[in-house]
């Protein structure tokens, strides 16, 4: 069965500070599909990132950083210098194939609550 | 840029009563579905929806549970008689496609359903 775990409930950083948030995930599946999703306090789901399970190349995207290693089954998320507007809730989500007999439901770890301050 | 759209953004009712949530997906989009979360929770799968059937379904979406796509635009989740527990964050979204490759799930604002 799928499963995400997302070990960090809170974390609270100073501006400009770099942050990783971590993400392990379980599937018996060979093809998968990482998410990762922001919930800032006004309430709706952002996506940020998709990556699949045969694609383990690091990306970037301006201060954000996705490091994929399935080797530990981790999918971490960093930013550099963060930012107040930054706070929010991150999820990790993991979606398999279904062409292979799973399903392309997100399921989602329980978030991190990152709080940047000034 | 596209977005999903859901309306109510809050809806208050009483225990027992019947709501339905209203969802727009983005106009292209083949999949889609409705996900909760409970205050401070994480999110959580309800079921899917494609060629105007459900797809799959989780253990919370039982029979009190249904969604229907009505016509080409609205896709949407009726409780029929809700319950003190069915207070949550509700979540709609929609992707391109399925099939062999899981496609991004854009999700909706949210709407926020209080039962009293």
């Known amino acids: 069965a799928q499963k995400v775990t997302q070990a960090q409930t809170e974390i609270s950083v100073v501006e400009k500070e770099d942050v990783t948030l971590d993400c392990v995930y379980e599937?018996?599946?060979?093809?998968?599909?990482l998410f990762w999703y922001k919930q800032p306090p006004s309430g709706e789901l952002v996506f940020l990132i998709r990556?699949?399970?045969?694609?383990?190349q690091n990306e970037i995207s301006g201060r954000y950083s996705w490091n994929f290693q399935k080797s530990t089954s981790s999918f971490n998320f960093t930013i550099t210098a963060s930012q107040v507007v930054d706070s929010a809730v991150y999820f990790c989500a993991l979606s398999e194939a279904p062409g292979q007999g799973g399903s392309e439901k997100l399921v989602f770890g329980k978030g991190t609550k990152l709080t940047v301050n000034p | 840029e596209p977005e999903v759209t859901q309306t109510p953004s809050h809806q208050v009712t009483q225990m027992g009563q019947e709501v339905i949530l209203r969802c727009v997906p983005i106009?292209?989009?083949?999949?889609f579905y409705w996900y909760r979360q409970i205050l401070g929770q994480k999110v959580e799968f309800l079921v899917s929806?494609?060629?105007?059937?459900?797809?799959?379904k989780s253990e919370i979406f039982d029979d009190q549970f249904s969604v229907e796509r009505p016509d080409g635009s609205n896709f949407t989740l009726k409780i029929r008689s809700t319950k003190l527990e069915d207070s949550a964050m509700y979540f709609c979204a929609s992707s391109g496609r399925g099939g062999w490759s899981t496609d991004t799930q854009y999700f909706g604002p949210g709407t926020r359903l209080t039962v009293l």
């Open positions: 106009s292209n989009h083949l999949y």
């Open positions: 929806f494609y060629n105007n059937e459900i797809s799959e």
């Open positions: 990556r699949n399970s045969f694609d383990e």
């Open positions: 599937t018996r599946d060979t093809t998968y599909y």
